[in-house]
């Protein structure tokens, strides 16, 4: 199986990390070239088509959530990578959101933006 870790900082890098050591073939996104450097045991990059997109089967979110000024959460991160993955994805794979999301963001993203075609 073939997953793909989307953000690679304090939740992601030690996700990807026990992905990978459990077996399957981890690729990791980060926009950030620290965080790709520091990643280990996996193929990461910050190039969003270096990935192959057309074998991952499972995506992982783990993007960074903060709260706006009007103190509303700032989920433009989580939309933005899950717009990417829509682009490029091929067949039906799992997306699970690990980020801190407010209650039916998750259902919004799967409507709006997966069309309802993800597990």
């Known amino acids: 199986m073939k997953v793909c870790i989307l953000g690679l900082g304090e939740v992601g890098s030690p996700t990807a990390d026990y992905i990978s050591r459990k077996g399957f073939e981890t690729w990791g996104y980060d926009k950030s070239d620290v965080a790709v450097r520091n990643a280990k045991n996996i ?41 990417r993955i829509m682009s490029k994805m091929r067949g039906n794979p799992l997306v699970s959101v690990e980020s801190t999301v407010s209650v039916g963001t998750c259902r919004k993203i799967y409507e709006d933006i997966f069309n309802k075609s993800v597990v």
């Open 43 to 83: 193929k990461a990059t910050s190039s969003w088509n270096s990935i192959p997109h057309d074998k991952i089967e499972v995506y992982t979110i783990c993007v960074s959530t903060g709260i706006l000024v009007s103190s509303e959460p700032d989920m433009s991160a989580i939309y933005d990578v899950c717009k």
